[in-house]
Structures are given as C-alpha cells and as structure tokens.
C-alpha cells in the first residue's frame, strides 16, 4: 500500500512539473487512529443471564485504521 502511495505521488508531481500551466491543485491528506468497541452485551432469553462481550470476551482492544487522500 505504501508502495502505491509512493508511485501515485510521484505520478502525480511528475505530471505537473511538465506542465506550463497549473490549473489543476493537488493536496493530500491523511488520517489514522484506533477504533474502540465500548458497549457490546449478549442476553440469552428474557430471564437468562447477560454476557459482556467487552468485560468477559476479550473486545478491550483497540482496532487500528488509515485512511489516505489525495
């Protein structure tokens, strides 16, 4: 993925050194950051007992995601 980020970049400044003009503006931009599950419960039945998935499962972590724009 970094590999075409870096080869996208490239193309694209590339191209717009060659040209005389520059109508065209390119910005890019990037985000990341983690994801974190806070509420996730399980009841079986209208009596039964409740399971929580983030206290009792193992769902206390974080999920890690980029995003990438040009």
């Not at 193309?11 to 050194?17: D, I, Q, T």
């Not at 520059?22 to 931009?29: M, T």
């Amino acid at each position: 993925m970094k590999r075409f980020v870096l080869v996208s970049l490239l193309v694209c400044v590339s191209a717009l050194g060659f040209s005389q003009e520059r109508p065209v503006q390119v910005a890019f931009e990037a985000e990341s950051g983690a994801l974190k599950i806070l509420h996730h419960t399980y009841k079986v039945g209208s009596t039964g007992s409740t399971f929580n998935f983030v206290t009792q499962g193992g769902q206390e972590i974080l999920f890690p995601f980029e995003r990438l724009t040009a």
